[in-house]
């Protein structure tokens, strides 16, 4: 089975993940590797919760 990675670099999280979820996305495991011990991680939970949030309306 043939595979590919796919690595970018992004300082704002949000334009992170929507390249991530939408640019960048096909039906392979999705997978943020964040760099800032942590800090980030509320941040990137609230986006998540946002786009979840819409997908849902």
């Not at 993940?17 to 980030?40: I, N, P, Q, S, Y």
Request: charged share 15%; net charge negative.
């Amino acid at each position: 089975m043939a595979g590919a990675i796919a690595a970018t670099w992004h300082d704002d999280v949000e334009e992170c993940l929507w390249f991530a979820l939408f640019a960048a996305h096909t039906d392979a495991v999705l997978a943020v590797l964040d760099m800032t011990k942590g800090m980030a991680l509320p941040h990137i939970q609230a986006y998540l919760d946002t786009l979840a949030a819409g997908a849902n309306e």
